[in-house]
Structure formats: structure tokens, C-alpha cells
């Protein structure tokens, strides 16, 4: 080529020099990197091997074997706090817990790998009838998956946060937990258990709390001077009850315009991140009050905690938050009890979790039908599912145990298909 085109012909000089070493110096980064991850990861599979070794008696030692074997053919990627963030109007998310100290005991076997940061490998663990175990590997893929060393902040970060801004932009956003007993939904919304007891300040309500308060704060809102109010329910076998009032139990009623009314309903000013913690503490105590374990009840409940902006002038309803704490979905399956109770709870259940996958899908498919009757869970959320400015994510949880893979896998089937609609509908709203 001749010269004068426009194009240098050598990477001679020094200005190209610089420019090369730069490129040089990021490419080694980026490997020293990856070095990094693959010590750790390295780390991680030789301290598994020698628990491996250390257990032959464990009567899963095969499938344990098999899965480490598998996991040694993949390139582990994790979600990094530093990855970019996308704008999603549905966003669903799964989380998976490390394995708890009682797990560890019984030797139960991890089945979960998280390979990168939007896939999820199901190690099922299957036996033929001549008693030969081999393994089904089953693929998901979500819009975030979450390991078990993510925290709170890091979940927080890709699921509500970026929601936000929503509700100063006069929309409706909501956070559903969703996911068996005992897989960390109360973990996540509410905050880090250290035994019994739970630091309120790690949990996505007070992350989101604490976001809220600082964006009122910036001048572009701040003449707004919104009224910031919260209110704080629990949906119980179809029933609503009032928990910053006694449990009280509250009527739902519609208007000509299918407009949803909580009849009642307290909703409280709220000034700091501590108010919004204490009307959670009071709530949950009312809660839970008079029940054997927190679980049992909160198993059966759906806990729905909003956070609303009030114009300053008229009180009108300017933007909402609900983060919904679900009730635990192996419940919906009680429909086979013995007990009455139990069997009308379930059914309860598993209608409300059905209702609530087809309104988020209709919501994604603007102007579909919108099936909110179908449970009270769905009525009481109307208004978060219809209109332009609807924002929704769902962080399903899984634990990672082997005896729960019947549940597990039903979560992760459950959650694909809230969002089977992917790449056409679920863009930016
Ligand atoms: P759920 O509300 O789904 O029934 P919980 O949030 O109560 O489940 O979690 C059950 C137990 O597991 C709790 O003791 C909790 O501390 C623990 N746990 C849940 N998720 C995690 C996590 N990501 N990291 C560490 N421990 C967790
Ligand atoms: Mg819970």
C-alpha cells in the first residue's frame, strides 16, 4: 500500500509502541486473571477430592465422584461484581445457597453447578434398574445465576437495584423470593441469620431502603419532596392480614375500574433506613407470633412489604416498591394430605404461584390478558403488572443438596418458564 492514505504503515513509532504495550499489558491481565481462577477453582476441586478421600463410606460417593469429574471439563466463569448490569423489564434470577453445617454432617452431596454468570447445571443423580448410577446433566439458563459465594449485595445489585429509578419515574416495581422451605428467601430479603437471629441491614428490603432514601435526597428529586411511606402484609391461605396492625385482616375490594383496593391497610412515613427496619421487626414479630418455628408459618404465607412515593401536595400514589417473600413452593404440593387445612393451604398456594407466573409472562406480552383474579396474591399486586412502567424480578432460590432435587428442579422449571419468552419480549421497558 502507499503511503498517504491515512494509515501508518509500521508500528515503529513510539506512539504505537505505547499503544501496542498497553494492549500487551491488558492482554496480560487478563490472562494473570484467568491464571487466578484457575488456581482457585484448582484449590477449590483439591479440597474437595480430599473430602472425597477422606469419605469413602459416604453413600454417595459415586454421584459425588461423577459430578467433579464433569465439573473438571468446565471453564468456571462466576458473576463478578464488576460485570455491566443490563436494563431489563423482566429479569429472573436464581440463587443458590452453599450447603449448611447440618448438610455438610450428613454428607450430602452438592448437585448444583453455577459454570457462569447466567447458567445453572443440574447434576441429576439417576440409578438404572441394574443398579449402575450414572448422572443427567440439565442446563438452565437465566438472566443472572448466582453461586453460593455471592452475598446479599452482590444479588441485590443485579436483580432490585436497578429498579429503583423506576418507581421515582412514577412506575411500579416488584422483587418476588421465590423457592422452596428452607433455600434462602428470608435470607435474601431480609437480611443474613447468624442462628436465629437476622441482621436486618443485609437484606434487599434495607438495601433498597437505603438506595431510596439517598435518590429522594438528589437535587432531581428532592423538589419533589415525596412522601416516602411503607406498608407491610401477609397473604395466608388466601386470606390478607394487616402486620402493622395487629393482623388485622383486611378486605380487598375492586372498583368500576378494576382498580384494586386494600381496604385499611396501614401504611406508615417512614424518614430512615432505621423506620423501615423497625416496622420489619414489628411486622415479622406479629407475624410469626404464637407459631412453633418462623419456617412453618412463613412456609404458608406470602410476606409482601411495599415502599411508596406519595406526592408531598396531594398524597397521590406517584410510584411502588413490593418485595414479596413467597411462601415455599414444595407447599403447593400438600394437595395430597391428610389434613383438610393442609390440603386447602396447598391448593391455595399453588394456585397463587401459578397466577403469579402468567402475570409476569403477561406482563412481558404487553397488552395480554391478564389473569389477576385467579388468586389474591396476583389481585392485590394488579397494579405492579399492568401499565407501561411495570418492572419486575424474581430471584428463585435452590438449595444444593441432592435429597433436594425434586424441589430444586421443580424451581428451576418454574422460573424458566416465567421467562420463556426471552430475547423478544423481556427487552428494555
Ligand atoms: P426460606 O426463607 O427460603 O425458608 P431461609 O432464608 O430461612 O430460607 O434460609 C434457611 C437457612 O439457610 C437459614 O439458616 C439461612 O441463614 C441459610 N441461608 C440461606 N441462604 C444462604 C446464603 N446465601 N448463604 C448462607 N446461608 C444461607
Ligand atoms: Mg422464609
Known amino acids: 500500500r502507499k503511503g498517504g492514505d491515512g494509515i501508518s504503515p509500521r508500528p515503529s513509532l513510539p506512539g504505537n509502541q505505547t499503544r501496542m504495550s498497553d494492549c500487551a499489558r491488558k492482554i496480560k491481565k487478563l490472562e494473570e486473571d484467568r491464571n487466578v481462577r484457575r488456581i482457585k477453582l484448582e484449590e477449590k476441586k483439591q479440597e474437595k477430592q480430599k473430602q472425597i478421600n477422606a469419605d469413602p463410606g459416604n453413600p454417595n460417593w459415586a454421584f459425588l465422584a461423577m459430578i467433579r469429574d464433569f ?106 423470593a421465590y423457592g422452596q422451605t428452607g433455600s434462602g428467601k428470608t435470607h435474601t430479603m431480609g437480611g443474613n441469620f447468624t442462628g436465629k437471629n437476622q441482621d436486618c441491614t443485609t437484606g434487599i428490603y434495607a438495601l433498597a431502603a437505603r438506595d431510596i432514601f439517598k435518590l429522594s435526597q438528589k437535587p432531581k428529586y428532592k423538589k419533589d419532596n415525596f412522601t416516602i411511606r411503607a406498608s407491610f402484609f401477609e397473604i395466608y391461605s388466601g386470606k390478607v392480614f394487616d402486620l402493622l396492625n395487629k393482623k388485622k385482616k383486611l378486605r380487598i375490594l375492586e372498583n368500576g375500574d378494576s382498580e384494586v383496593v386494600v381496604c385499611d391497610l396501614q401504611e406508615r412515613e417512614v424518614k430512615s433506613v432505621e423506620d423501615v427496619l ?54 403447593g404440593v400438600d394437595t395430597m394430605s391428610n389434613n383438610r387445612q393442609t390440603r386447602l393451604e396447598g ?83
Open 278 to 331: 423497625y416496622l420489619i421487626q414489628t411486622g415479622n414479630s406479629v407475624r410469626t407470633s404464637g407459631q412453633t418455628t418462623a419456617n412453618q408459618h412463613s412456609s404458608r404465607s406470602h410476606a409482601v412489604f411495599q415502599i411508596v412515593l406519595r406526592t408531598h401536595a396531594g398524597g397521590q400514589l406517584h410510584g411502588k416498591f413490593s418485595f414479596i417473600d413467597l411462601a415455599g413452593n414444595e407447599r
Open 71 to 176: 465439573q473438571s471439563t468446565l471453564d468456571f466463569k462466576p458473576l463478578s461484581v464488576n460485570d455491566a448490569v443490563h436494563d431489563k423489564q423482566i429479569n429472573v434470577c436464581l440463587r443458590k445457597r452453599p450447603l449448611n453445617k447440618k448438610e455438610e454432617a450428613k454428607k450430602e452431596v452438592d448437585v448444583i453447578s453455577v459454570p457462569a454468570r447466567d447458567t445453572i447445571i443440574m447434576h441429576e443423580c439417576k440409578t438404572k434398574v441394574d443398579l449402575t448410577k450414572y448422572l443427567e446433566n440439565q442446563n438452565f439458563r437465566f438472566d443472572y445465576a448466582f453461586d453460593e459465594d455471592s452475598s446479599n449485595e452482590v444479588v441485590y445489585k443485579f436483580t432490585a437495584q436497578p429498579l429503583i429509578q423506576t418507581i421515582f419515574d412514577g412506575g411500579m416495581a416488584t422483587c418476588f
Open 347 to 429: 391448593a391455595e398456594i399453588n394456585k397463587s404461584l401459578l397466577a403469579l407466573k402468567e402475570c409476569i409472562r403477561a406482563l412481558a406480552r404487553r397488552g395480554a390478558h391478564l389473569p389477576f383474579r385467579a388468586s389474591k396474591l396476583t389481585q392485590v399486586l394488579r397494579d405492579s403488572f399492568i401499565g407501561h412502567n411495570s418492572r419486575t424480578c424474581m430471584i428463585a432460590m435452590i438449595s444444593p443438596g441432592l435429597s433436594c432435587s425434586e424441589h430444586t428442579l421443580n424451581t428451576l422449571r418454574y422460573a424458566n418458564r416465567v421467562k420463556e419468552l426471552d430475547g423478544s419480549g423481556n427487552g428494555n421497558g
